[in-house]
């Protein structure tokens, strides 16, 4: 097993991409602190894992509000002690072109997918710094790389997170904290289903490979970067994208 005992809280995990990163973790030995929004999805994620027999709570989390976070990460804190390795995964999606859009899909997404990222991250490194160690994988998207019509908020909240985690590798890699990201293509989920039909199909025919991807593709990504076969790899983005972006 990859990540026997390790301790893992992984954001947005109730559903999709989240929940498969939580379920393959799990079966590679680590135990999961599953949140979400939803806190049905969370529980039933969370029931899946401990029936592999790994622990595993749900908690509730709007990571774009600093209180909720904060107080995440205190309940994490009680029940594992040690938190090994976080996942950003929470991202939502408000598509529309830029002269249409509105301040407040602007916000949201950026709120949810870079600040839930960043308030994250910082209460994990607060652990992490005491610890001397830790791994930090943020989820970020082949879109802050290409762009994508429709999706300005969104590239430019998974842009920031290439950022983001650039930034806190090198700040505190002599702590013992890693910080790489995973960047999707294309990705059959819930979520991504919400893109108009158009835009699909013109994404589809830009990836050599010529299919979207699976949550397993993604999944697998972040267990490689969780692993100890990464231990020399801090500051990267690993590209998911059946050759979208090269």
Known sequence: MKLKDKNVFITGSGQGIGKQIAIAM?????NVAVSDINIENAESAAQEIRSLGRKSIAIKLDVSKQNEVIAAFETFKNEFGII????NNAGITKDTLVLR??????DAVI????????LCSREAIKLMVKQQ???????????????NPGQVNYSASKAGIVGLTKTIAKEYASRGIKANAVAPGFIQTTMTESIPEKIREEMKKNIPLGYFGSPEDVANA??????????????QVLHINGGMYM
């Open 222 to 235: 972040v267990i490689f970067l969780a692993s100890s076969d990464a231990d020399y790899i801090t500051g």
């Open 84 to 87: 090994d390795i976080l996942v």
């Open 111 to 118: 709120n949810v997918n870079l600040k839930g990222t960043f």
């Open 133 to 147: 160690h830790g791994n930090i994988i943020s989820i970020s998207s082949v879109v802050a790389f290409t762009g």
């Open 101 to 106: 859009m509105k301040d407040d899909d602007w």
């Open 26 to 30: 799990a079966k590679e030995g680590a």
